[in-house]
């Protein structure tokens, strides 16, 4: 697990601009992430631990990646609903 810092998350969403990966909502925090020019799929999840916020995923990259990046749209809009269903 990584920890997801601002820096961290900006490099990734910017990196996931440019290469626009195909995210598919697994369940919620968990998120499958395929590369459409090579047709690679990898697995992403993100938790949080006091209020901190992690992620991980099952590339070979071992810092936020841009499957991170591209993830973390689709997880904030769908963490924004829960909290407005839970309100
Ligand atoms: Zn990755």
Redesign the pocket.
Known sequence: MIEITKSNIEKAIAKARITKPLVKVLEFRRYQ?TNKTTGAT?E?KFSKINNTKYAE?????TVI????GASIGAHIVLAEQMHTATA
């Open positions: 992430v990898y992403v995923c099952n590339c070979k990259a990646c841009y499957h991170i």
